[in-house]
């Protein structure tokens, strides 16, 4: 584990090196924040619309007391919105689409000894792979995080039109009630953690991917699935700290 995590240090400041050429990684880093944030947003709008409104009939169902004013369930769910559904389920979905498409890529590349091309050429080779993807991801997961909370939001909404639980306007109502602006911070910083997490651990375990086509495939599994643990640990931190 030391190892591990002594390989992964020294990977990330090779990294963050003064870059030889600034057009080529500025270019390279476009490339990744379209690929990460516009490749993705179909998917995290997908889910954050369904998830929005999923919550809000189920906290109704809940709610459903004649003692407790039915404006809770906009507020009850705005809430989980922000601080959890959003920032982390769409991180962890992030990480399967995303993490697993650079640990494939960087894989392939070292497998193929592309990556020793690379440096025999002169060029520093984690900066060039590694930095852009970094730099993609805590640019880019934090926007896909607030589209996430607006359509999560929006999601409920729509589940009141359309089961009529809950009124519009007490779904409105609660939404608006007792706003804290604590809670997007916290969600913007867990965008932020969980943006590095995912591009970095899932470019260490492709660049120090070695053999052919299957252990590629492993280097990208193992790459999702530590990147979803150190997610949800970091998740439980962050929530500890800030709240």
């Not at 979905?93 to 590349?109: D, E, F, H, P, Y």
């Not at 792979?129 to 909370?149: C, R």
């Not at 999601?155 to 009630?177: E, Q």
């Not at 260490?204 to 530590?226: I, N, P």
Request: charged fraction near 10%.
């Amino acid at each position: 584990m030391f190892d591990s995590l002594g390989k992964y240090v020294l990977l990330l400041s090779l990294s963050f090196r003064r870059p030889e050429k600034f057009k080529v990684y500025w270019a390279e880093v476009m490339r990744e924040m379209v690929s990460v944030g516009i490749g993705s947003l179909g998917i995290i709008s997908i889910i954050s619309v369904f998830i929005g409104a999923a919550t809000t009939i189920q906290v109704a169902f809940q709610l459903s007391s004649p003692l407790v004013p039915l404006s809770i369930a906009g507020k009850i769910a705005r809430d989980s919105t922000i601080l959890e559904f959003s920032p982390t389920i769409s991180s962890l979905v992030l990480a399967g689409r995303v993490g697993s498409s650079i640990a494939s890529q960087i894989g392939t590349m070292r497998v193929t000894e592309q990556i020793d091309a690379l440096e025999i050429m002169g060029v520093n080779a984690p900066g060039y792979l590694i930095a852009p993807k970094i730099i993609a991801g805590v640019t880019m997961v934090p926007l896909l995080i607030i589209v996430s909370i607006t359509l999560g939001i929006t999601g409920g909404y729509i589940a009141c039109l359309a089961s009529g639980d809950i009124t519009p306007a007490d779904y409105i109502a609660g939404v608006h009630d007792g706003f804290d602006g604590l809670t997007i911070r916290v969600a913007l910083v867990k965008a932020v953690v969980f943006g590095f997490i995912i591009a970095s651990i899932c470019a260490y375990q492709g660049f120090y991917t070695s053999g052919g086509a299957l252990e590629v495939g492993q280097s990208a599994t193992k790459g999702v699935v530590y990147s979803c643990v150190m997610i949800l640990f970091a998740d439980l931190v962050i929530t500890r700290i800030m709240l």
